[in-house]
């Protein structure tokens, strides 16, 4: 997000030719989908400092909109992550999203296997 050497479009087209894309109308809308994000992101952290002065001012009755009230289509990344509207992690969150990897002997296969076919669908 810091990143304002690059933009959008470069990013889908880019994006498109690593992934071997070539109908054209991908790249644009891949752009689009990142502004409206960016868009959406920088409006919460706007309506975010707006209403954090407005507590420590100790106004109330003044309500603002967060970005998901507004109706914009858009996904609200920010909120989905996390509460504070930050969707990066911390290096102490990192551990806990790595992979894990469990080594299970023929025995322990079995009897995953087997609950798993019992289990309804």
Do not use: W
């Not at 990143?3 to 994006?15: H, I, L, M, S």
């Not at 109308?25 to 952290?45: D, F, H, N, S, T």
């Not at 290096?91 to 609950?115: Q, T, Y």
Request: aromatic residues 4%.
């Amino acid at each position: 997000m810091n990143n304002f050497e690059g933009d959008p479009e470069e990013f889908a087209r880019t994006f498109c030719e690593d992934m071997k894309i070539e109908e054209p109308e991908v790249g644009p809308a891949i752009a689009i989908a990142i502004r409206e994000q960016l868009y959406e992101i920088a409006k919460q952290g706007v309506a975010s400092v707006r209403e954090s002065r407005t507590n420590k001012k100790g106004r109330r009755g003044m309500e603002h909109l967060s970005a998901s009230k507004v109706g914009s289509p858009a996904l609200d990344l920010g909120k989905l992550f996390d509460p504070d509207g930050s969707i990066q992690r911390g290096k102490s969150e990192c551990d806990a999203f790595e992979p894990i990897v469990s080594h299970l002997s023929n025995e322990e296969v079995d009897a995953l296997e087997a609950r798993e076919e019992r289990l309804p669908r």
